[in-house]
């Protein structure tokens, strides 16, 4: 089955800092993967996927992640974070079975910006 | 575009009763779309997955009498709680997935927090 893990559940960041959300997956075959994010009693927004191609993938709102393939991961970066950036962010994995096509979510991490 | 909408965004129940939750796309046709359930600072658990005009597909784990889905149309999913309980009380967010575009796009509703008491 296929999973995707966000080992860290907080990252705290300064304003003007870059910052980096971590994901790390496991997968059979060629891995689809996404970026969401997520504000207080609200849905999720996509921010940007990979499927294939440049394994540096850039997204909404300045975020921008890396595919990299040796050390499965799709770590989210940004290079300047801002107070707004404060969500809390899902990384996500396709998984195909049966016909059907779902996302399976991290845990989601908590990110703080702070001002 | 791609904007889905909940309704309702609140709802709070009485331990025993039916709560209904309609999920629309408004400017696409979605021909899957996704319930999903979120407890606090956890992270999203499908539910369901309906394809217009055929039965759910329910996860494991799920009770298919409880969480009655119909997706009746290519604009419209509901998710009834039926005979709902205070641990059912729960974010529920639907997503849709386009049926014209790339099969891995999808988007989300704003989520309908339900509170049984």
């Known amino acids: 089955a296929q999973s995707v893990a966000q080992p860290e559940d907080q990252v705290n960041v300064a304003e003007g800092n870059p910052l980096t959300v971590k994901c790390t997956y496991s997968?059979?075959?060629?891995?689809?993967l996404f970026w969401y994010v997520q504000y207080p009693n609200r849905g999720l927004q996509f921010l940007l996927k990979?499927?294939?191609?440049?394994?540096l993938v850039k997204g909404s709102y300045g975020f921008e992640a890396e595919f990299n393939k040796s050390q499965t991961s799709f770590h989210l970066k940004k290079p300047s974070a801002l107070v707004s950036d404060s969500a809390l962010y899902f990384c996500?994995?396709?998984?195909?079975?049966?016909?059907?096509?779902?996302?399976?979510f991290g845990t989601g991490t908590r990110l703080l910006v702070s001002p | 575009g791609a904007v889905v909408s909940q309704h309702p965004s609140r709802v709070i129940c009485k331990s025993g009763t039916s709560v209904k939750i309609e999920c629309r796309s408004l400017?696409?046709?979605?021909?899957?779309m996704f319930w999903y359930r979120q407890f606090p600072k956890q992270s999203l658990m499908l539910m369901a997955t309906?394809?217009?005009?055929?039965?759910?597909?329910?996860e494991q784990g799920v009770e298919k009498d409880k969480f009655l889905i119909n997706h009746a149309s290519l604009t419209l999913s509901t998710l009834t709680v039926t005979s709902a309980h205070p641990e059912d009380s729960s974010f529920y967010i639907c997503?849709?997935?386009?049926?014209?575009?790339?099969?891995?796009?999808?988007?989300f509703g704003p989520g309908t927090r339900l509170t049984v008491t």
């Open positions: 997503s849709a997935r386009p049926g014209t575009t790339s099969s891995y796009e999808q988007y």
């Open positions: 997968v059979s075959g060629n891995p689809y």
């Open positions: 990979y499927i294939t191609g440049d394994n």
């Open positions: 996500a994995v396709r998984w195909m079975n049966t016909g059907f096509q779902k996302l399976v």
């Open positions: 400017d696409f046709q979605a021909t899957t």
């Open positions: 309906s394809n217009e005009g055929s039965k759910a597909t329910y």
